[in-house]
């Protein structure tokens, strides 16, 4: 009943207890995870099936009475303001997503936190090892445990910072119809969601049979529709960034004449081609500004899942049992059109667009004479053509008649599960169980380009009767006019250099499990009266992965755009385990209330690493009713996941705030730009590249295991004098050594150029892993040069440590007023980050993050993140206020020297260049309060309604330019996976039971 809100925790760091949740209606109350034998029962976070099991983690609950209040479209939303959980790729990003949704536990990254259902593991979305929330039924959803910490030992491998344990709904009966629709108050990015949920009881009993069908919908929210979006502002300088494409065309060579012998343009910004006047002059701002049209503040999403799960009891000990779910996803990412991105193509001087004008200023800055000029310009062909030469150009023309670029993603889930579960003796328990699965990709990119056909397009001259024709026809080359403004580049010149391009991906999932658990044989302390339980078991999971791209995809640079080549890439990896677990109680209502001891082991072996351990132990001690402490000790090894061991090398594009060899004055001395391949008498004349850099990762297959420890202590309030109250403190530290880990291009552009970090200004092995631009010196490269090499290595460490609070108190009003005045509860989850810090190899500095930003430590982390639900509730009405903080953040300054931590933030007075030049206004974020309103109201016992107001205040997201925390997050001049970037925004939902 709606009496009961919150009752089941509302993201509330809830003690780890066998107890159900409150059911919702005549439900019946879901354990965990969906395997009751008889009385017993299974915690998240163990392994062992009792009736009386309590666990020494902590462990926070979103129950289905928030899940209702949330109305979420997918699981991403419920997770998303979890403090103890960092924001990760969702709905918010647009360039630098995949078309997933996941979620990061402790900030320590999505491929160290395990996502399973009811227990088991889901089918992971791509090579790295990662599941897509967007595959979890919502619909079927009991609640949801988030275990922090740790869970390595009972769990396997990627439950380094924890577990998220997605519960549905068990022995269901009946007919379930729920619907919701949401839009934002700008009167965009609608949501809708339909379920169909129906179950039945079979044999008086003996078994259930549940099925739920799901479909979701959410429109997009263009960047050009918010204020904060509109236009890509620079953190550099606070104006708007330049494009790197434009129309007409812009030529980043250089342009020399006899009054301007260094060449056009004197402003570093590139010469621009004017058809009024048909010759290139120099580029203006009002030449170079764009927008952030075509790009995402929220992507689209389409999404249908079905989910089945059926048992039945062939005799009264034992148990079959199978499960099967379906998802299929569609999701969009857009930027906006594609163009020529400064590639380097051979011009010819009788190219048919060329005007005399435009052609004599090339010849000048090519050093060709004026005689040489002229006959090129009569050539009537090709190379054989009497006085045929061409020149080397740099144009950036966007193909704006194109329109927008597409980046969509459509992927199909399916995974089957079969067991058998029963009773070995009265107090021993078995379950044997395997799986199979299968995630399949189709990433389609849309209206990308060729840049080849561009070559050969450009590779043009009037034929005798005047007509442009290209010097190869064998393909049905159309010529391509660049040259002029928009309107120029006509739909047959688009057909010819239009491209689109598939890349299919699939990985597969086999898991198989057998595990015996119950009672140790009897054996119990002489001070308790419950005996030992245990759990032993032994696995095997096999998981491999694959990437087909199409041939345009694998070759670097020939899709337009892309800054990086698409290789086919494939991996595989199996692994056998044995695992172990004891929960001893040791004193139980004795001299003590009580005390328990925790432990657990797993021996893995795995086909790519070998042999590696991990264990836990822990405790807890509830010396007086109402009071208990608990701790828990865990060590945590993860292997390397496909990606991370068989990428096969790869060029991409990243986020620069500023380049020190770039501009008219950079900050890095000529010496150091000449030696990472700035080309000679480039110095002083780089251009700026529109906030990008070109990055080159591959896998390492020699790659070993990390290794982590954990500490999690805490206790647990009750006290008996304030019924209704309850809290939970919980201490955490994690230290992560033998890190798998990259050097950021932070680590790598500071340890070269930085006076700070490299004093004597000489090259270093930092130096060593940037390669220019030959031509133009920049980072951006098309092809030849790697940008700067990102390698990984188990070099790397990373530690963070903070506090979860947790706070419940709900009491009826009755006891204070008298009468029936209704209920009143709260529920408050905070976490304070005390540190989070990470060095990738140790030749790098010690990156402090708590409470900062950049494109280093990339999305801000907050020191301070919590929330707190207020709800009263009086027989079928609720309403209920959802407050979120988080604290200030600031923008992460250079170190002032490799291996300080925590890094001091600098005085007031310190330069532009601490910041990397990031101006002032762009280094500090407030703090931001957040604030959602619902009503809750059953009509009948059949049939109920909810409103959600969510940014009721309408707080707009902090301005910060384009270029301060990463291509992924930084998405339209802000953070949109941290603040809210869409607005106030309305839901309504209903609900219907049979």
Not at 140 to 149: F, I, K, M, P, S
Not at 237 to 243: D, E, F, H, I
Not at 755 to 778: D, H, K, S, W
Not at 885 to 910: C, K, N, R, W, Y
Request: with cysteine; net charge negative.
């Amino acid at each position: 009943m709606i009496s009961s809100l919150l009752l089941g925790g509302s993201l509330f760091a809830a003690p780890a207890m066998a107890q159900p949740l409150a059911a919702q209606a005549d439900e019946p109350a879901a354990t965990d995870p969906a395997e009751d034998e008889g009385e017993g029962i299974v915690v998240t976070g163990s392994r062992i099936v009792r009736a009386d099991l309590e666990t020494s983690s902590p462990v926070n609950v979103i129950g289905a009475e928030e899940i209702a209040f949330r109305q979420p479209n997918s699981t991403e939303e419920l997770l998303r303001d979890l403090p103890s959980a960092r924001p990760s790729l969702g709905s918010q990003v647009n360039n630098g997503g995949n078309g997933s949704a996941t979620v990061d536990l402790r900030g320590l990254g999505a491929n160290r936190t395990l996502v399973i259902l009811d227990g088991r593991r889901v089918t992971p979305f791509g090579l790295d090892g990662i599941v897509n929330l967007n595959v979890v039924p919502v619909a079927l959803l009991e609640r949801v445990d988030v275990v922090t910490g740790g869970a390595s030992s009972v769990y396997g491998a990627d439950a380094v910072a924890g577990v998220v344990n997605f519960i549905t709904k068990r022995d269901f009966s009946g007919l379930a119809l729920n619907a919701n629709y949401g839009i934002a108050e700008e009167g965009d990015g609608a949501r809708w969601r339909a379920d169909v949920l129906m179950g039945a009881n079979l044999d008086d009993g003996r078994g259930n049979a549940v099925l739920g069908i799901s479909y979701s919908k959410r429109d997009a929210v263009l960047a050009t529709s918010r204020d904060v979006s509109a236009v890509p502002i620079s953190s550099t300088t606070g104006l708007p960034s330049a494009s790197t494409l434009t129309v007409p065309s812009l030529f980043r060579s250089l342009l020399k004449s006899a009054s301007n012998p260094n060449g056009l343009p004197t402003n570093g910004s590139g010469a621009i081609y004017d058809p009024s006047i048909g010759m290139f002059r120099a580029a203006t701002a009002a030449d170079v500004a764009t927008t952030n049209e075509g790009n995402y503040m929220q992507t689209p999403l389409e999404s249908i899942n079905a989910y089945a799960s059926a048992r039945y009891e062939v005799t009264d000990n034992i148990e079959f049992y199978a499960s099967a779910m379906f998802s299929r996803n569609t999701t969009q990412l857009a930027l906006n059109s594609t163009g020529t991105f400064s590639n380097t193509y051979a011009l010819p001087l009788n190219n048919p667009y060329l005007t005399d004008a435009a052609r004599s200023q090339l010849c000048a800055a090519a050093g060709i004479s004026v005689a040489n000029c002229a006959a090129a310009a009569s050539a009537t062909g090709g190379p054989s053509s009497a006085g045929y030469r061409t020149v080397t150009i740099m144009p950036s023309r966007r193909f704006s008649e194109y329109g927008y670029r597409y980046n969509t993603n459509e992927s199909t889930m399916f995974q089957v599960q079969g067991g058998v579960r029963g009773d070995i003796t009265s107090t021993l328990k078995f379950d044997l169980s395997a799986q199979y699965g299968e995630t399949s990709q189709n990433q389609l990119r849309e209206n990308w380009g060729s840049n080849s056909r561009v070559a050969q397009a450009l590779l043009a001259y009037r034929n005798a009767s005047g007509t442009p024709v290209c010097q190869d026809t064998s393909n049905g080359c159309v010529p391509l006019n660049i040259f002029g403004g928009l309107g120029t580049i006509t739909p047959e010149m688009l057909g010819f250099v239009g491209l689109d391009s598939l890349v299919r991906r699939l990985t597969t999932l086999t898991v198989v499990t057998g595990s015996i658990s119950g009672d140790l044989f009897g054996a119990a302390s002489p001070f308790a009266s419950n005996p030992i339980a245990f759990a032993i078991g032994a696995e095997y999971r096999d998981n491999t992965a694959k990437a087909t791209p199409d041939m345009p995809a694998q070759i670097q640079g020939e899709v337009l755009g892309t800054g990086a080549r698409t290789p086919p890439d494939f991996g595989q990896y199996d692994v056998k385990e044995v695992f172990g677990e004891l929960i001893a109680p040791l004193v139980e209502d004795s001299f003590i209330k009580s005390a328990t001891l925790e432990a657990g082991i797993r021996l893995s072996d795995y086909s790519t690493t070998g042999s590696s351990v991990t264990w836990k132990v822990g405790g807890a001690l509830e010396p007086v009713d109402g009071f208990k402490l608990r701790a828990m000790y865990q060590v945590a090894v993860r292997s390397p996941n496909i990606q991370e061991l068989y990428q096969s090398p790869v060029r991409a594009l990243g986020s620069l705030t500023v380049d020190p060899c770039a501009g008219a004055s950079p900050s890095a001395p000529s010496s150091l730009c000449y030696a990472t391949g700035a080309p000679a008498g480039s110095y002083g004349s780089i251009p700026a590249t529109s906030g990008q850099i070109t990055l080159s990762t591959q896998g390492n297959p020699n790659l070993d295991v990390e290794r982590a420890r954990t500490w999690t202590v805490g206790g647990v309030f009750t006290p008996r004098f304030l019924p209704g109250f309850s809290a939970t403190v919980d201490w955490f530290r994690i230290r992560i050594s033998d890190l798998i880990s990259s050097v950021t291009q932070d680590d790598v552009l500071n340890g070269c150029y930085s006076t700070a970090l490299n004093p004597a200004q000489t090259p270093n092995a930092f130096c060593a892993l940037i390669e220019r631009n030959p031509v133009t010196g920049t980072l951006l490269t098309d092809g030849g040069a790697a940008g700067v090499a990102i390698s990984s290595s188990n070099l790397g460490r990373m530690g963070t440590a903070g506090v979860d609070l947790g706070l419940r108190y709900n009491f009826d009003l009755a006891d204070v007023f008298g009468g029936d005045p209704g209920n009143l509860s709260f529920a408050f989850n905070g976490t304070w980050l005390d540190y989070y810090w990470t060095q990738a190899t140790p030749n790098t500095i010690t990156r402090e993050c708590s409470g900062r930003y950049s494109t280093g430590c990339t999305l801000a982390r907050p020191t301070w993140r919590w929330n707190l639900r207020s709800t009263y509730a009086k027989g079928p009405f609720a309403l209920s206020l959802m407050w979120s903080h988080l604290s200030a953040v600031d923008f992460e300054p250079i170190a002032p020297a490799a291996g300080t931590v925590p890094l001091t933030t600098p005085q007031a007075g310190s330069t532009a260049a601490t910041y990397n030049g990031v101006l002032p206004q762009f280094r500090h974020v407030g703090a931001y309060d957040y604030f959602d309103v619902n009503l809750d109201f059953d009509v009948s016992e059949q049939f109920g309604i909810t409103l959600l107001v969510e940014n009721l205040f309408d707080k707009q997201p902090p301005q910060l330019g384009s270029s301060v925390a990463g291509t992924a997050h930084n998405n339209g001049n802000t953070m949109p996976m941290l603040y809210d970037a869409i607005g106030r925004s309305y839901t309504v939902s209903a609900r219907l039971k049979f």
